[in-house]
């Protein structure tokens, strides 16, 4: 073995310690998204491995069918739990093997566009991005979209040199389930089309081929995502398909929120500051921006940010740091490839020389840059590894309702439907937000409902309880989000449980 196959494997190496730290962690925080997986995984599970009806828990007295992604994430977890038996862990390391199966191909990809030296570079960042580290043992679908997105990128490039059908076939099948998968991803078409513009020309759009691609890319998420939305439309379930608008409007460009919070999430989680810095350099300093190395990462983001700009009202948000994992593979090129330009024209011909006052000036001229680019490179590493440990952190902390459970299962005892409190109904411009909180559901195994915090009132919850609601897990940050509610219901409802964060409420 040679060692630049030692090489690609302590980078994979690197790459797995870093994303496997919580593979083992439970379902003990307050992401609704894992929850919800969870839950869907269950009901699979318990309830007869219907595909195609996926149930969430909040549905009240309804069968809980829900308008959401291609479920296959959730029900591969049913499917080793009936093989297994059933270990939370399981959904996480499913999500570990999709992302390290993501790097593998972003791996070749890299080789398949760059000379080694640079390959390793590029395939290094990619390893150690905070952001497709924190979301590779999360339970949510990215691992799984991610993988498929980054295949589609790669058969799709081979594609474009080769034209043959494999990878034609290759790339729509990737496409097809990267949509379905989330339909976030639907922007890599931008990044196809330009592309083809870039190596093609744009009468090659109407090619028969490509027609045969984009149609095998597009409709079976069509169909899926139609049949999904009577879910929503019978039931009034979804995952925040239907039920909170993500989508830019004029308000864009009078409000700066939105473009500083996807510059934020960008800089915090996908570029670590330091590397935006070394791309800069490396294009005011080198040859960089002629190379087609080069528009290809641009395209990407050109790409990437479009879809940003489009579903600003989500991207911009400080929660919504998952969704600029789009970002990694053109970022790593970008960073990958600056560090390679400026090694070539900085450092592969520097010269130690004795030092004298004569030639003081000229050597530490030449040294400016190389030093400079050894420190930022320093800090970028180091800012990956803090970025990733304080996220991962953030996001697998364990709530405190989490330690109230057992508590709470002694009190509501059998399966009666419960209340819970939700999340906001609308964002401050009015826009509707996907507020279900799923959580107690799953920890307690209930079902039952949400009731949002802008409707929290007296006559809701006596709605909810003629409905068949038996308790309210209210959560005291947000009834303090509505003068008096608390009070209300103290006069109206007996209290069977209270610590510093719930107060459970028996309505009947």
Not at 323 to 335: D, E, G, N, T
Not at 476 to 505: C, M, R, T, W
């Amino acid at each position: 073995m040679n060692k630049l196959k030692y090489i690609w494997i302590i980078i994979f190496l690197v790459g797995l310690g870093l994303r496997s730290t919580y593979v083992l962690h439970p379902i003990d925080t307050l992401s609704w998204r894992e929850s919800d997986e969870a839950a869907i995984a269950k009901n699979y599970y318990e309830n007869h491995m219907h595909f195609f009806h996926p149930q969430i828990n909040w549905g009240g007295t309804g069968p809980g069918f829900a308008e959401m992604e291609f479920p296959v994430y959730p029900y591969l977890i049913a499917l080793s739990y009936k093989v297994f038996g059933f270990h939370e862990s399981v959904g996480r390391i499913i999500a570990l093997i999709f992302s390290l199966a993501a790097m593998l191909v972003f791996f070749r990809l890299s080789r398949l566009l760059f000379d080694k030296r640079t390959a390793i570079i590029v395939s290094f960042f990619f390893a150690i991005s905070p952001l497709s580290i924190v979301v590779s043992d999360t339970i949510q679908p990215e691992s799984i979209m991610f993988f498929f997105y980054v295949c589609a990128a790669y058969t799709f490039i081979r594609w474009l040199e080769d034209e043959s059908y494999k990878n034609l076939l290759l790339t729509a099948f990737c496409t097809a389930f990267a949509l379905l998968s989330k339909i976030t991803a639907g922007h890599i078409g931008i990044l196809f089309l330009l592309l083809i513009l870039t190596k093609k020309n744009w009468k090659f759009l109407f090619n028969y081929r490509l027609i045969l691609f984009g149609t095998l890319s597009l409709v079976p998420s069509m169909l899926w995502y139609n049949y999904s939305h009577q879910f929503y439309i019978n039931y009034g379930n979804s995952l925040g398909l239907s039920n909170e608008y993500a989508w830019v409007g004029l308000d864009f460009f009078t409000d700066p929120s939105f473009f500083l919070g996807i510059i934020k999430n960008e800089i915090h989680y996908v570029w670590m500051s330091y590397g935006l810095v070394i791309v800069l350099l490396a294009i005011f300093l080198t040859t960089l921006v002629k190379t087609s190395n080069f528009k290809l990462a641009f395209f990407w983001i050109v790409a990437v940010f479009i879809f940003y700009v489009i579903a600003s009202r989500t991207t911009s948000e400080n929660w919504a740091y998952y969704y600029h994992i789009f970002s990694v593979p053109a970022a790593s090129i970008l960073l990958g490839i600056s560090i390679a330009a400026l090694y070539e024209k900085y450092f592969q011909y520097l010269k130690f020389e004795f030092v004298n006052l004569s030639n003081l000036v000229p050597f530490l001229t030449n040294m400016i840059v190389p030093l400079l680019l050894i420190v930022l490179l320093f800090l970028q590493i180091a800012y990956s590894f803090r970025s990733t440990y304080r996220k991962k952190n953030e996001v697998f902390q364990t709530s405190e309702y989490y330690l109230s459970r057992n508590k709470l299962s002694e009190i509501i005892t059998n399966k009666p439907l419960i209340l819970a409190s939700g999340f906001i109904c609308a964002d401050s411009k009015g826009y509707p937000k996907a507020y279900n909180s799923s959580y107690f559901f799953y920890w307690l195994n209930k079902k039952g409902y949400n009731i949002c915090i802008g409707e929290q009132t007296i006559e809701n919850v006596k709605t909810f309880s003629e409905k068949g609601a038996s308790y309210f897990i209210a959560e005291k940050s947000a009834l303090k989000q509505k003068n008096g509610f608390e009070e209300e219901l103290n006069k109206n409802y007996i209290s069977l449980y209270h610590d510093d964060g719930l107060i459970v409420y028996k309505l009947k």
